[in-house]
């Protein structure tokens, strides 16, 4: 029987502060060194043709660049960049930026180690993103932060309306599947490592971060599971009912432009995570959630969970935002379930 765990830990201010300050503290920048340059030759195998059409990647030829960029005692940074397999109309969003943070001890009986692709907040919280990878790699999990299309060094200068989620929808459509089809190309770099092993790949995020992950593990055949935390399924309706301001202005937007909601569905229903669920039924998967979401309601995550044959799911007392609150717990849950299986305690 799938276990369900409700709980409830911390305070919102001190999880936060921990988190912030953890995340920035590192030692100094290691000095300059030539980068480390290499290629891979994506050729698909007999399993591509399982994947979704819309997501199937053809034969091609990449190269990587990985430059060291800081250490700390228990793992090293590097950063990490290689062309994005969907390329854009926007040609600084078309390198994949990444950070791979890689354990300094070495893997447990002379093995490899497992890794993890960690993935961001629609808010672009990276030192949450990075703090996340540093405490999995401490833990002996190699993790790979990917920024997400449109952020970081691949935004646009001087063009703030190009952005992953904005009033262009049909922009925000192809931003997600360019986002996917680049997690892909990071567990295919991974499983090219030597020091990681390929039959233990697994992505993780929290918002925007788990849906993404959600919908990376479920189509990839590399992917062996995940964790997702406040994430669930039904896209369209996360999207029209979406709390925010500047949300509410883009859905009044799509609306005078003569569109429904059913359009809406129509165009995002290929890229929900619920479309695809039934594929996690044969991977390794831990959700996390809140039980009063404002953002990602608990119908949409249960909607994901029972879609998904039920996995383990642990339920905060938060809501999308106070459950900053339990970001320590739910790393912690996160990190053992990586490693050695889940936690779950109250």
């Known amino acids: ?72 005692q228990r793992h090293h940074v590097w950063a990490l960049r290689f062309p994005s397999p969907l390329p854009s109309d926007v040609p600084t969003n078309n390198v994949v930026h990444a950070e791979y943070f890689l354990p300094v001890n070495p893997p447990v009986n002379g093995s490899k180690y497992p890794a993890a692709i960690v993935l ?29 299309p449109y952020y970081g060094k691949r935004k646009p200068p001087n063009s703030p309306e190009v952005k992953f989620l904005s009033s262009d929808l049909n922009r925000s459509q192809l931003a997600m599947k360019q986002g996917v089809m680049d997690i892909r190309r990071g567990f295919a770099w991974l499983a090219s490592r030597p020091e990681v092993d390929s ?71 290929p890229l929900d995570p619920l479309t695809y669920a039934d594929r996690l039924k044969t991977k390794r998967v831990l959700m996390i959630a809140g039980k009063v979401d404002e953002v990602v309601p608990p119908s949409s995550t249960k909607a994901l969970w029972n879609a998904a044959g039920q996995p383990p799911v642990i339920w905060y007392d938060a809501g999308h935002y106070s459950a900053a609150a339990f970001i320590l717990p739910a790393l912690r849950e996160t990190v053992a379930f990586l490693t050695t299986g889940p936690i779950i305690n109250p």
Do not use: C
């Open 120 to 148: 961001h907040i629609l808010g672009a919280d990276f030192p949450l993103s990075r703090f996340m990878a540093a405490r999995l790699a401490d833990q002996g999990v190699a993790a790979l932060f990917i920024q997400l």
């Open 199 to 269: 039959a233990k790949l697994y992505a993780t995020g929290v918002s925007l971060g788990g849906i993404m992950s959600a919908v990376a593990v479920a189509v990839e055949p590399l992917a062996k599971g995940g964790v997702f935390t406040l994430a669930g399924g039904g896209l369209a309706d996360i999207l029209w009912n979406m709390p925010e301001k500047e949300a509410k202005l883009y859905r009044a937007a799509w609306e005078k432009s003569g569109r429904s909601f059913q359009d809406l569905k129509a165009m995002v229903d």
């Open 1 to 72: 029987m799938p276990k369900t765990i409700y709980k409830s830990h911390l305070s919102l201010l001190s999880a936060w502060f921990i988190s912030f300050v953890t995340a920035l503290v590192f030692l100094p920048v290691v000095q300059a060194q030539e980068p480390q340059k290499g290629v891979i030759e994506f050729q698909p195998t007999d399993q591509e043709a399982l994947v979704p059409q819309i997501f199937q990647q053809p034969p091609a030829r990449f190269q990587w660049e990985l430059k060291p960029v800081r250490q700390s």
